[in-house]
Structure formats: structure tokens, C-alpha cells
């Protein structure tokens, strides 16, 4: 079974800074890596698909890099909206299982 | 436009059943991977299970293999999940989602599961 570690668990930032969050696998993973950002009371909102891939309506602040075991997302100039939790997932392909990295959270310095 | 909506969740004593449903539509429902996954109050997400598209086989996290059934009624545009032998530790929001080749675009809202005497 692979396992997800996020790093770090909180990142305190101001409006305006850059934040990297980083999210490594226990084996390859490939490019199959996946980034989600949570707000409070909400589900979770699709950011980035295999590794680099901005999903639908994704502002060009949000990227990720990274293949095999380390990947990174970055988001260029934080936004007050931005200020949430953001997990990592991949998928197994046999048995089919998705597996979630246990989060990172951005709050407000 | 994709809509996903959960319902079904509430308050279940140990060792109870109870059956989530999730209405889908604004997609090929039939052909679609869906899957469940819940949040602990306060905690990370978890995986609980998925159905493929098409030929219909599921998959379950550990945690939950030989307690829960997912399956799907293609006429209703209906996913279900049925949950028995229920835990302490299955109290979560349980969503509904779509996955798409390596992750998950659509989410429903999510419906509160308690598992409480």
C-alpha cells in the first residue's frame, strides 16, 4: 500500500507570499498525483491532475511539479481565499484504490 | 453541469445499517467510476470505495471490506453505499464523487453519518 506524507502539516503565510507544500509517496507513483484544496464546510475542490495539470477554472497561481516519489504544489502569491487545507492523492491500479495524503494546512500568519 | 447529490446519513446505534444514496446527473452516468470517500469530524480523507464504469467491479478500502456494499441502480442515475455492522470510528461526512482516470473533478455536498449509542 502506498503512503502519502504532506509536509509541512501547517505553513503559515501572509497575503502575497509564495507557499510550497510538498507531498512525497512511499514508492512511484509515476505522474498519477493529484492536488485537492478544502475550505471549511466544504468538500473538496480539484486543483491539480497528474502532477501538473490545472483542473477546470484553476487560477494560473496554482502549479505542481514533481513525478515518482516527490512531488511540490506551489501557489505563486497567496490569496485571502487561498487560506485552506490542501491534500495530495494518488490512485493504485490493482487492487483500485485512491489513497489521500494526510493534509497540509495554509492559514493566515 | 455535473450534480452529485448525497442523501441518507443520520444518527445509527453500533452495530446498525444504514444506506447512503447520491443522485447523479449532467454526465454518462452508466460509464462512470464513482466512489465514496468520507472525512472524520476534524480529520484527513479517506477512500472508502469505488465502482467501475461499465463491467461494475468494486473495490474497497480495508477498513470497511465485508461491511459495505456499493452498487449503482443505472435507470435512477443512482449511486448507493450500503453500510451494516457500523462502527464508532465510520462517523464521518461520506461523499459521493466521480472519478475521472487518476482524480476526482466532481464532489457532492456530503452527508453526515453518527455512529452513536
Known amino acids: 500500500e502506498i503512503v502519502l506524507t504532506q509536509s509541512p502539516a501547517t505553513l503559515s503565510l501572509s497575503p502575497g507570499e509564495r507557499a510550497t507544500l510538498s507531498c512525497r509517496a512511499s514508492?512511484?507513483?509515476?505522474?498519477?498525483l493529484a492536488w485537492y484544496q478544502q475550505k471549511p464546510g466544504q468538500a473538496p475542490r480539484l486543483l491539480i491532475y497528474d502532477a501538473s495539470n490545472r483542473a477546470a477554472g484553476i487560477p494560473a497561481r496554482f502549479s505542481g511539479s514533481g513525478s515518482g516519489t516527490d512531488f511540490t504544489l506551489t501557489i505563486s502569491s497567496l490569496e485571502p481565499e487561498d487560506f485552506a487545507v490542501y491534500y495530495c492523492?494518488?490512485?493504485?491500479?490493482?487492487?483500485?484504490?485512491?489513497?489521500f495524503g494526510g493534509g497540509t494546512k495554509v492559514e493566515i500568519k | 453541469e455535473v450534480q452529485l447529490v448525497e442523501s441518507g446519513g443520520g444518527l445509527v446505534q453500533p452495530g446498525g445499517s444504514l444506506r447512503l444514496s447520491c443522485a447523479a446527473s449532467?454526465?454518462?452516468?452508466?460509464?462512470?467510476?464513482m466512489t465514496w470517500v468520507r472525512q472524520a469530524p476534524g480529520k484527513g480523507l479517506e477512500w472508502v470505495s469505488g465502482?467501475?464504469?461499465?463491467?461494475?467491479?468494486?473495490f474497497y478500502a480495508d477498513s470497511v471490506k465485508g461491511r459495505f456494499t456499493i452498487s449503482r441502480d443505472i435507470s435512477k442515475t443512482t449511486l448507493y453505499l450500503q453500510m451494516n455492522s457500523l462502527r464508532a470510528e465510520d462517523t464521518a461526512i461520506y461523499y459521493c464523487a466521480r472519478w475521472l482516470v487518476t482524480a476526482i473533478p466532481h464532489w457532492g455536498q456530503g452527508t453526515l453519518v453518527t455512529v452513536s449509542s
Open positions: 449532467g454526465f454518462t452516468f452508466s460509464s462512470s467510476v
Open positions: 465502482l467501475s464504469g461499465s463491467i461494475d467491479s468494486a
Open positions: 514508492q512511484s507513483v509515476s505522474s498519477y
Open positions: 492523492q494518488q490512485r493504485s491500479n490493482w487492487p483500485l484504490a485512491l489513497t
